[in-house]
């Protein structure tokens, strides 16, 4: 079951400049930087209610972050739903036809397994499913 908006993506050049300018945006100090390796990118998170931004950075010229950017620029870049199971709601959606990036969920950081759907299935939008560890 999809249980919530968790986060909204945005992807940036250099976090050390867009967090000065988020710091602005919710009037509070930076968050903590955390490293996902396994996404090769570094990640922070400004809590909004239940939800939040995820501020994201590439750590490498050859990450799918960095084409991204150099393709489309900075912006926007995935909506993030939690889920109950992320591997139950992964079967559902396969079998709906749904594409994913990724065949097994992964480390999304910040205490999350995460698995992504092509924007190919789902009008254009990346989307990220997310499930708590
Ligand atoms: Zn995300």
């Known amino acids: 079951m999809i249980t919530k908006i968790n986060h909204i993506g945005i992807v940036v050049k250099n976090l050390g400049l867009s967090t000065e300018i988020f710091d602005k945006l919710f009037n509070q100090n930076s968050p903590e930087i955390e490293a996902v390796s396994e996404q090769q990118a570094n990640i922070a998170f400004y809590p909004v209610g239940q939800s939040s931004i995820e501020l994201i950075e590439s750590t490498s010229k050859?990450?799918?972050?960095?084409?991204?950017?150099?393709?489309?620029?900075?912006?926007?870049?995935?909506?993030?739903?939690?889920?109950?199971?992320?591997?139950?709601?992964?079967?559902?959606?396969?079998?709906?036809?749904?594409?994913?990036?990724?065949?097994?969920?992964?480390?999304?950081?910040?205490?999350?397994?995460?698995?992504?759907?092509?924007?190919?299935?789902?009008?254009?939008?990346?989307?990220?499913?997310?499930?708590?560890?």
């Open 62 to 133: 050859d990450s799918t972050i960095s084409k991204f950017i150099e393709k489309r620029g900075e912006g926007i870049h995935h909506l993030c739903l939690e889920v109950e199971n992320i591997r139950e709601e992964m079967n559902r959606l396969k079998n709906l036809d749904f594409q994913f990036i990724n065949e097994h969920p992964t480390d999304g950081g910040d205490g999350f397994l995460v698995a992504f759907i092509h924007p190919k299935s789902a009008n254009g939008v990346l989307i990220e499913l997310a499930q708590k560890k």
